[in-house]
T-cell receptor, first 117, second 110 residues
């Protein structure tokens, strides 16, 4: 079974702190994604990566950065956390399908609920 | 362009049928369906590619109408375990990232 793990289920930080959210997958997937999930807004893509050291902006990258030094690990960084970044953060991974780069099943981690005070 | 899902929420009794729609303002290459149970991660249900195909997964099936730029998810004889939020995700072209809709909350009553 594919397993995507996230470093914390719940996290509380103060405004201005630097926050690291870690995601690890154990299936040798090329693609990894970070989403945030807010009530009534669905899943919104923050950043994604198709390879080590490679990153692409999603729909809402402002205030975030990412790092992918190893294939299995994709980190989301909040350089200076703000209250409007309080949210559920979901990491996902997928393999390079035969039908195309992103036309493939995404496997999600359990999520990290981040509260910024 | 975020796809539009309808309805936003549905309450059914066990055994009833439901249809969830996902519409796009632009032509689609593929539609993905996921289900997220309360407090859990979203789980993949199925992918539909351009070609108007229909797919099935137990009593859950889906269709993809390219002309209407829309997909529908059909839940037949719903079970309590079907409760959750259903998301559709769409791709405009083959290598595009997936854009998810806002979700449809489905609640099944015994």
């Amino acid at each position: 079974d594919v397993k995507v793990t996230q470093s914390s289920r719940y996290l509380v930080k103060r405004t201005g702190e630097k926050v690291f959210l870690e995601c690890v997958q154990d299936m040798d997937h090329e693609n990894m994604f970070w989403y945030r999930q807010d009530p009534g807004l669905g899943l919104r893509l923050i950043y994604f990566s198709y390879d080590v050291k490679m990153k692409e902006k999603g729909d809402i990258p402002e205030g975030y950065s990412v790092s992918r030094e190893k294939k299995e690990r994709f980190s989301l960084i909040l350089e200076s956390a703000s209250t409007n970044q309080t949210s559920m953060y979901l990491c996902a991974s997928s393999s390079l399908g035969v039908t195309g780069v992103s036309t493939d099943t995404q496997y999600f981690g359990p999520g990290t609920r981040l509260t910024v005070l | 362009q975020q796809p539009v899902q309808s309805p936003q929420a549905v309450i059914l009794r066990e055994g009833e049928d439901a249809v969830i729609n996902c519409s796009s303002s632009k032509a689609l290459y593929s539609v993905h369906w996921y289900r997220q149970k309360h407090g859990e991660a979203p789980v993949f249900l199925m992918i539909l590619l351009k070609g108007g195909e229909q797919k099935g997964h137990e009593k859950i099936s889906a269709s993809f109408n390219e002309k209407k730029q829309q997909s529908s998810l059909y839940l037949t004889a719903s079970q309590l375990s079907y409760s959750g939020t259903y998301f559709c995700g769409t791709e405009m072209n083959r290598d595009d990232k997936i854009i998810f809709g806002k979700g449809t909350r489905l609640h099944i009553l015994p």
